[in-house]
């Protein structure tokens, strides 16, 4: 993986875990044991994604075995009481399915997890067919980018492109994820600028702006503003 523009295709698993549309109660609940998963993807025909069966599209089919469970509190749950009913992956999955596409950023696959309240989804290409999974396990792969990596986009990306010709007066050191930018710049009001860009490549958790307006040779011009 390389560059700021990662996408989901870049951490996506494409070794996917799914069942048909058929499958029946007990298979579904055998796979999630066998391969340790908590939901899968629902599939018919060639792979078009149709809904996502997950353990909790499961549970009530135990949940409602209890006869001891008031009417009333039935009919609050009809869905549930539903599933509860339920021997096939059509009738239990949820749909239609949470879906993200490859080229989606990880902002965007982490707001769509965030708001709709799943830990994975499924990646579909423009008409519905499996492609992969994202985890929000995935979504963290940029953060096991190497120190030294980030400080090189940080310089290529950010410092040469804001400060060409001065580039030479920044320096950019990463600990742990940290960005920390230290030295002279010609014009203060480019640091915030810096400081936005650094923080949108990938892998990096903070930045930390050390930049000052001074001019970086004796006797030199002085610097904006001043």
């Given at each position: 993986m390389t560059g700021t523009a990662y996408s989901v295709s870049d951490v996506m698993s494409q070794t996917v875990v799914a069942v048909g549309r058929d499958?029946?109660?007990?298979?579904?609940?055998r796979t999630m044991e066998q391969w340790k998963v908590s939901a899968m993807p629902v599939l018919e025909g060639e792979g078009r994604v149709v809904g996502v069966v997950s353990e909790a599209d499961l549970l009530p089919k135990e949940e409602f075995r209890d006869e001891e469970q008031s009417l009333s509190q039935q009919r609050r749950r009809l869905l549930d009481v539903a599933k509860a009913g339920a021997t096939t992956a059509g009738e239990l999955m949820s749909t239609p399915a949470v879906t993200v596409h490859p080229d989606a950023t990880l902002?965007?696959?982490?707001?769509?997890?965030?708001?709709?309240?799943?830990?994975?989804?499924?990646?579909?290409?423009?008409?519905?067919?499996?492609?992969?999974?994202?985890?929000?396990?995935?979504?963290?792969?940029?953060?096991?980018?190497?120190?030294?990596?980030?400080?090189?986009?940080?310089?290529?990306?950010?410092?040469?492109c804001l400060f060409p010709g001065f580039s030479h007066g920044v320096h950019v050191s990463v600990q742990e994820g940290v960005v920390?930018?230290?030295?002279?710049?010609?014009?203060?009001?480019?640091?915030?600028?810096?400081?936005?860009?650094a923080h949108a490549v990938e892998g990096v958790v903070d930045v930390e702006p050390q930049l000052t307006g001074e001019s970086t040779e004796p006797g030199g011009p002085p610097a904006h503003g001043s």
């Open positions: 499958a029946p109660f007990k298979e579904i609940v902002a965007q696959a982490a707001r769509i997890m965030a708001v709709r309240h799943v830990k994975r989804l499924p990646v579909v290409d423009g008409i519905g067919m499996l492609q992969g999974i994202v985890s929000r396990a995935d979504l963290l792969k940029v953060f096991l980018r190497s120190d030294e990596e980030i400080e090189d986009e940080v310089r290529r990306t950010v410092v040469s920390t930018l230290r030295g002279h710049i010609r014009d203060t009001s480019l640091i915030s600028v810096a400081v936005r860009l």
